[in-house]
């Protein structure tokens, strides 16, 4: 493999797990993380009203 292909192979690879990691990393650190989440059933929706049945 060319000088050229093995910088663009690391450049990418590098990316790639540097991105990874960045995003694992936020995902376990922020606490309130779990605080967002919704359940879509508990929220009501114009068809899920019983004067449109």
């Known amino acids: ?3 050229g292909g ?3 192979m690391i450049l990418a690879t590098g ?6 990691t ?6 376990l650190i922020t606490p ?6 919704h359940n879509p ?6 068809d899920m009203r019983d004067e449109n049945l």
């Not at 309130?32 to 989440?37: L, Q």
């Not at 059933?41 to 114009?46: C, F, H, V």
Request: glycine letters at 0%.
């Open 32 to 37: 309130e993380s779990t605080e967002h989440i």
């Open 15 to 20: 990316s790639v797990t540097i991105l990874l």
């Open 1 to 3: 493999m060319t000088p």
């Open 41 to 46: 059933m508990t929220e009501e929706t114009p």
């Open 6 to 8: 093995w910088f663009l």
């Open 22 to 27: 960045a995003c694992i990393v936020k995902v």
